[in-house]
């Protein structure tokens, strides 16, 4: 959904649980498998639009990185937002505050740390190529400091 701001455009995703439903789900989200890990410790906030307010919820760390990774993985595996929308939050969080939102969930924390390691471990990680495609006006040395910056942080997060 895009919406015009005092300041330009926003983009937003907006998801439904997988298991919500037509009947609850009239404007056709997206369907997320992850979406009630999402909701789980979601923070409610109300947006005014010009159309109106749209009362959405934010997910925590976890329900956002859980919420991600099934988007890269299951619905866009070809597309490169999802990946770089992971290291804009992370980034944006702290790396300590997305690690320790991770070590907090004993059940679902060590298999979103699994999957984030195997996106973003090394530098020919798809996660850090999907990041650099972001980046594509960058010469090659920045290229390099970048993906090395990325794979710095999500370490940081997997420590």
Same mark, same amino acid.
């Given at each position: ?96 505050? =997305? %690690?320790?939102? &991770? !070590?907090?969930? /004993?059940?679902? +924390? ?5 999957? *984030? ?10 996660? =850090? %190529?999907?990041? &650099? !495609?972001?980046? /594509?006006?960058? +010469? ?5 400091? *970048? ?13």
């Amino acid at each position: 959904m895009e919406e015009g701001t005092p300041i330009g455009e926003i983009e937003v995703d907006l998801f439904v649980p997988a298991d919500a439903g037509d009947a609850n789900n009239p404007a056709g989200f997206t369907s997320l498998p992850a979406g009630d890990l999402a909701l789980l410790r979601a923070k409610p906030i109300r947006l005014q639009l010009a159309s109106g307010v749209l009362d959405i919820a934010l997910p925590d760390p976890v329900g956002f990185i859980a919420m991600k990774l099934v988007a890269k993985q299951r619905l866009r595996p070809t597309e490169t937002k999802d990946c770089f929308d992971i290291y804009a939050y992370v980034s944006m969080k702290g790396a300590e505050t =997305v %690690r320790a939102a &991770l !070590a907090a969930d /004993a059940q679902a +924390g060590p298999r979103l740390s699994s999957e *984030l390691r195997q996106l973003y471990g090394d530098l020919d990680s798809p996660g =850090v %190529r999907d990041v &650099l !495609a972001y980046a /594509a006006t960058l +010469g090659n040395e920045e290229r390099a400091l *970048l993906a090395r910056a990325v794979v710095d942080l999500f370490h940081l997060v997997m420590q």
